[in-house]
């Protein structure tokens, strides 16, 4: 029982789907339809990418980069800066979830060497909202980003520009809080660490690197899905098979299960029409709102379901993973990363996340009707 207890606290959004996608099964029977339901592409995409990631990320290749940037920082504020502005533009290729799950324990690391555990929560906060922000940018940067690029048929560059606008002013805005909110005392980063990498390391990292061209690849149309993930799996059982346990398969078991539970709600005329006249022609304000409570990758799944208007979408449901704890799940890493900290005070680390978001959310707000 204790078992399932904290499995269902760790995957809630799993579980709710889960839950969705059976209870919708009682009102649409199961048919040779329910596999129209699911997004292959979307699913296979996002496989692909997490493999590759997670190589990367076992020969600490984005640490390493990040080190090389971080020691050429002398004040507390410069560090910051870097943290967040590393956060920021990694995400936009390597998923926020990633991102954070790289940049955050660093910092901490980082921070404890130089004895400024007081900026542990200002600094992964910004880090949280900048990983958020910065992924918004293309559709490698999260997966309803991937999901949503994927149905709209838009070509990247078309993504890339309409989310740019609200890139560029997330980044100034993010600058100015650092600004605001970190001090400029001096700081001293004693310990550096020492990479020594193997012939068989250097050839994993240039076999992710292929990998990672093979998966933009397929994102921009240019290769078949199949084929993508037929190499990049060849890849990894012949020469790093642990690798394949790696990637959140939770995230693709939710995707399935949210993908049953709308593909149903369709097939219901009642429900069908209902949600159509919510989300339709409210598809931001609707997505923003429904993100706060549910986490924006539900959101876009079910919004999608009921609106054609998917640009529409992609700027709701990136705006709306700012707010609330659970509106992006990446969130969730970053605060696991934080309780874990000696004398965490969690608390207090929600009420300035909160606050921060909100600060944040409100200003998207307005950007975005700036702009429609």
Same mark, same amino acid.
């Given at each position: 029982?204790?078992?399932l ?10 579980v ?6 059976a209870? $919708?099964?009682?009102f ?5 339809l329910?596999? $129209?339901?699911? &997004? *292959?592409?979307? #699913? ?6 997490? %493999?590759?990631?997670?190589?990367f990320?076992?020969?600490n ?19 910051? %800066?870097?943290?967040? =502005? ?11 979830d990633?991102?954070?799950l790289?940049?955050?324990p660093?910092?901490?690391?980082? #921070? ?14 910004l ?11 293309t ?14 048929n838009?070509?990247?560059g078309?993504?890339i520009?309409?989310?740019?606008? *609200?890139?560029?002013?997330? =980044?100034?805005v993010?600058?100015?809080?650092c ?16 990479y020594f990498? +193997? ?8 076999? *992710? ?8 690849l ?6 078949p ?5 037929l190499?990049?799996l ?9 690798i ?9 078991? +939710? ?31 609707? $997505? ?20 054609s &208007?998917?640009?529409?979408? %992609? ?8 707010g609330t ?8 890493? $970053?605060?696991?990363q ?5 004398? =965490?005070? +969690? ?8 606050? *921060?978001?909100?600060?944040?959310l409100l200003?998207?707000i307005a950007?975005v009707?700036?702009?429609?």
């Amino acid at each position: 029982m204790d078992k399932l207890k904290t499995f269902i606290k760790k995957e809630i959004v799993l579980v709710i789907s889960m839950i969705l996608a059976a209870v $919708s099964c009682f009102f649409v029977c199961p048919d040779s339809l329910y596999f $129209s339901y699911i &997004d *292959y592409r979307t #699913l296979v995409i996002l496989l692909s990418l997490m %493999i590759t990631m997670a190589g990367f990320q076992k020969q600490n290749v984005f640490k390493q980069i990040g080190e090389f940037l971080v020691n050429k920082m002398n004040s507390s504020r410069g560090v910051i %800066i870097i943290f967040v =502005a590393l956060c920021f533009i990694s995400s936009m290729f390597i998923t926020n979830d990633v991102a954070l799950l790289t940049f955050v324990p660093f910092s901490i690391i980082t #921070l404890t060497i130089a004895d400024r555990k007081d900026l542990f929560i200002n600094t992964i906060v910004l880090e949280t909202i900048a990983a958020n922000l910065g992924s918004m940018l293309t559709p490698l940067g999260n997966p309803q980003n991937l999901y949503l690029y994927s149905l709209s048929n838009m070509a990247i560059g078309e993504f890339i520009m309409l989310m740019l606008p *609200y890139s560029i002013a997330s =980044a100034i805005v993010l600058f100015i809080f650092c600004n605001i909110c970190i001090d400029k005392k001096a700081i001293a980063l004693t310990e550096k660490t020492t990479y020594f990498r +193997t012939t068989h390391d250097r050839k994993l990292i240039l076999m *992710y690197s292929i990998s990672f061209l093979l998966s933009i690849l397929v994102v921009a149309h240019v290769i078949p899905y199949q084929a993508g993930l037929l190499i990049i799996l060849a890849f990894v059982l012949i020469f790093d098979r642990e690798i394949i346990i790696k990637p959140d398969y939770s995230l693709i078991l +939710t995707f399935v299960f949210l993908f049953i539970f709308i593909g149903n709600i369709k097939r219901i005329p009642a429900l069908n029409d209902m949600l159509h006249a919510i989300v339709n022609s409210h598809e931001i304000s609707t $997505s923003i709102i429904l993100s706060q409570f549910i986490s924006n990758v539900p959101a876009a799944i079910l919004c999608s379901g009921f609106t054609s &208007d998917i640009s529409k979408l %992609i700027i709701g449901t990136n705006v709306g993973g700012l707010g609330t704890l659970i509106a992006s799940m990446a969130s969730l890493i $970053s605060f696991k990363q934080y309780v874990k900290t000696k004398n =965490a005070d +969690t608390k207090k680390y929600i009420t300035v996340f909160t606050v *921060y978001n909100i600060v944040f959310l409100l200003v998207m707000i307005a950007i975005v009707f700036l702009f429609h």
